[in-house]
C-alpha cells in the first residue's frame, strides 16, 4: 500500500460513484470530519430497522452476506486508499451494530441506545479479545472481525442483562 497522506488526501481517493466505496463508508457516514465511526454506528440503525421487519432467518442471511460482502469491499476500498482500515471505512460500524442489536428484547428506543452505546464502547476501548484480533488480522477481514467480535460481545453482554438481570432495567 502507498503511503496515507494526508485525510483530505486520502479521501480524495474515494469514488462515491463506485458501488464497492459507497458501501465501505457506510452511504458517505464515515466521511464525517468528527467521529466517523460513531456516525457509522448511526446511520446502520435506519437500515437495522429495515431489517427487523424481514423474518429473522433472512435478517440472519443478510448479515452473513453482508460480512462476506465487507471482507471484499473493506479490502477494496481501503487498497484504493492506501491505508489500512481508514477511519471512513464504517461497513464494518454497520454489520456491528447489526450483530449486536440482534440481542434487545424489544425495539423500544431506550435499547436501541443501549445497543449504541455498549457497541460503541466495545468498538472504541478494544479489549481483548477484540484488540487481538484488530492488530493481528490484515486485510478486509482485519477491518471487518474486530466489529464483529465487538458486536457479538456487545449482543451477549445485552442478551445476559436483558434476561437474566431484568430488576437492572429501569424501563
Request: proline share 6%.
Amino acid at each position: 500500500m502507498i503511503l496515507a497522506g494526508n485525510r483530505q488526501q486520502v479521501i480524495s481517493r474515494l469514488r462515491l460513484s463506485n458501488p464497492w466505496h459507497l458501501l465501505a463508508v457506510g452511504f458517505g457516514s464515515g466521511l464525517s470530519p468528527v467521529m466517523p465511526g460513531t456516525a457509522g454506528s448511526l446511520a446502520a440503525i435506519p437500515f437495522w430497522y429495515f431489517l427487523i421487519q424481514l423474518p429473522q432467518e433472512l435478517y440472519y442471511l443478510i448479515v452473513l452476506l453482508g460480512i462476506c460482502l465487507g471482507v471484499y469491499l473493506c479490502h477494496r476500498t481501503a487498497k484504493d486508499m492506501g491505508v489500512h482500515d481508514h477511519g471512513s471505512i464504517v461497513w464494518d460500524e454497520f454489520i456491528g451494530m447489526w450483530i449486536t442489536l440482534v440481542a434487545i428484547p424489544n425495539h423500544h428506543w431506550q435499547w436501541i441506545a443501549i445497543g449504541f452505546v455498549v457497541f460503541r464502547v466495545f468498538d472504541i476501548w478494544k479489549p481483548w479479545p477484540i484488540r487481538w484480533f484488530d492488530r493481528n488480522v490484515r486485510g478486509g477481514m482485519g477491518i471487518m472481525v474486530d466489529d464483529i467480535v465487538a458486536g457479538v460481545i456487545s449482543a451477549a453482554l445485552i442478551f445476559a442483562v436483558a434476561h437474566y438481570f431484568p430488576a437492572f432495567i429501569p424501563f
